[in-house]
């Protein structure tokens, strides 16, 4: 009876989640309970999402793939598993276009169409992918690697795991867990850059209203990006053609159920597989490491390198029009759609409750997007 009893204990994930393993960290081999490590940090996330709300469409099943991984024995990541097979759609790059798609068919392009100045802000927040990208060079990381930690900086989860899948897939747990945290954690990080680099005054600066965009203009402009970014750069055409086929669905105005599909149904689908898949690559063995740790605080450094550049370079386009834009929307240049903008919106209340500068953020937000897509090709290009 006692040897039956040990056998069933033993066969339970419960006997090892205690477990200690060998951990190298900052160059000490520790040994640590890395399941037990895992598992608290999984439902810290859970906690984030359910009862803070920061962004629970992309915690929620991200927190869920990371605690289903840690649990000892489940093997859903191993040759076979459900999760192993459902990581095979990031891994050949294919959840990431898809999400793009989704994205142009719920996205308004009208405003970067009625102020084109708004793709420079879009520009200017790619500042944290290449100034990161030097960062990670100088610590030691190759090429390629730097290049996936660099376009964390994009604040573009779909981007960076493409990106990385197709140039650093052994990094693509610890990559993809600090693009979609960051992402997630937007309404946090952002406010107190956007208020250090910006006076009391240009917080308050309230922006005329955009002209109207006509639907010719907002059919036309999908093409004509497709045509001429993947002309010049082949390399972004994955994720520029998908968003703008996405974009151009919606706009076209002919197909109201397919872009209701996309928008709604495809982009949940797509986005809980992409999300427990992500979570899933964060098992402790290769989570609990000096590596990830250097790339969540680079992660950190190019989201807050990003959002600094756009602010700064809003405040120069603020000084050139003497007064008539509001640095705070350089800040939605990163690529969160539509965190980003939500939080400009909300951060520009604060201090003129009577100012409306979301659609105005729209504009370098979407710029963002595809600036971030096109940061990626760049990368590509060089490294792939």
């Known amino acids: 009876m006692l040897e039956l009893l040990t056998s069933f204990w033993e066969s339970t994930g419960f006997s090892m989640i205690f477990e200690m393993m060998p951990l190298e960290l900052f160059g000490l081999q520790l040994m640590l309970p890395g399941h037990l490590i895992m598992i608290i940090i999984a439902c810290i996330f859970l906690y984030l999402a359910i009862w803070k709300g920061y962004e629970p469409y992309l915690l929620i099943p991200i927190a869920f793939g990371m605690l289903l991984v840690n649990l000892p024995l489940a093997g859903l990541m191993e040759e076979g598993g459900l999760l192993r097979l459902l990581y095979t759609g990031t891994e050949l790059g294919i959840y990431p276009p898809l999400i793009f798609l989704c994205i142009g068919a719920s996205t308004d392009f009208g405003p970067l169409i009625a102020n084109p100045k708004s793709l420079l ?19 030691g990381f190759t090429g390629p690697e730097a290049a996936s930690i660099g376009i964390i900086g994009g604040a573009d989860g779909p981007t960076a795991l493409y990106l990385t899948g197709k140039l650093a897939p052994h990094l693509l747990g610890s990559i993809a867990i600090a693009a979609y945290s960051y992402m997630a954690l937007v309404p946090i990080i952002q406010p107190p850059i956007m208020k250090l680099l910006t006076t009391k005054e240009e917080r308050q600066i309230k922006m005329v209203q955009l002209r109207p965009v006509s639907k010719t203009e907002k059919i036309l402009f999908p093409i004509v990006v497709t045509i001429f970014t993947v002309l010049l750069l082949p390399s972004a055409g994955a994720l520029i053609g998908m968003l703008m086929l996405g974009n151009l669905i919606k706009e076209s105005g002919v197909v109201p159920f397919l872009t209701d599909a996309i928008s709604n149904s495809l982009m949940y689908i797509v986005s809980i597989l ?38 700064l370079f809003g405040k120069l386009m603020c000084k050139l029009t003497k007064g008539k834009i509001n640095p705070l929307i350089g800040a939605a240049g990163v690529s969160a759609v539509p965190m980003a903008a939500r939080v400009v919106q909300k951060e520009g209340q604060k201090y003129n409750p009577s100012n409306f500068l979301l659609m105005h953020a729209m504009g370098p937000n979407v710029a963002g997007v595809i600036g971030s897509a096109v940061a990626a090709g760049l990368l590509l290009m060089f490294f792939g």
């Open 121 to 139: 802000l879009g520009a200017a927040a790619q500042l944290g992918i290449f100034f990161t990208f030097i960062g990670a060079i100088l610590l």
């Open 274 to 311: 992409l999300g427990l898949t992500v979570g899933a690559k964060a098992d402790a063995l290769h989570f609990l490491n000096t590596q990830t740790i250097s790339i969540v605080v680079l992660g950190l450094v190019a989201f807050s390198v990003g959002t600094a550049g756009g602010v």
